[in-house]
């Protein structure tokens, strides 16, 4: 009865699936995913900034470890490896030579930016930076703080 016992707890952990030497970070699943060749999948894995795999929600779950992050996606689309990396020509080539504000999230972030301008040679006297790509928390619009057309930062 032992033996037999002893055999059938055997016989289990053998057959438990082990665990994957380099598992997913995370797993996105029950998705509708578009694939290039329109083949079905509706779960993605992915390691780093690499997609590992796409297929069906149980080979994607095989390479989830305890610290895979898991998505539901509730059926939403999920387009893998989509990287919508175009640039209108025009807007593209002029936001050169603005000032980057994506990251400026009060008046003394953005002061902060465009006195860097002033490195290594100051621009000429009333010239004007263009800045683009604004990013401001709703703390830095309160009254008192918000940018007007007649805001002067930066000054001297």
Do not use: Y
Not at 98 to 116: F, G, H, M, S
Request: proline share 10%; net charge positive.
């Amino acid at each position: 009865m032992r033996l037999g016992s002893a055999l059938a707890v055997l016989a289990a952990v053998g057959c438990a699936p082990a665990a994957p030497a380099n598992p997913a970070d995370l797993i996105v699943v029950n998705a509708r995913v578009f694939t290039p060749d329109s083949s079905p999948a509706d779960a993605v894995a992915i390691r780093g900034n690499r997609i590992l795999l796409v297929g069906g929600r149980k080979e994607v779950e095989a390479l989830a470890g305890k610290a895979t992050r898991r998505i539901d996606a509730a059926g939403a689309s999920v387009t893998p490896g989509f990287n919508d990396a175009h640039v209108h020509f025009l807007e593209g080539s002029l936001s050169l030579g603005q000032v980057d504000l994506l990251d400026a999230e009060t008046l003394p972030d953005i002061e902060k930016k465009i006195r860097a301008l002033r490195r290594p040679t100051p621009p000429p006297p009333g010239c004007w930076a263009e800045a683009g790509s604004m990013g401001l928390s709703p703390e830095a619009c309160r009254p008192g703080h918000s940018l007007t057309r007649w805001s002067r930062i930066a000054r001297p």
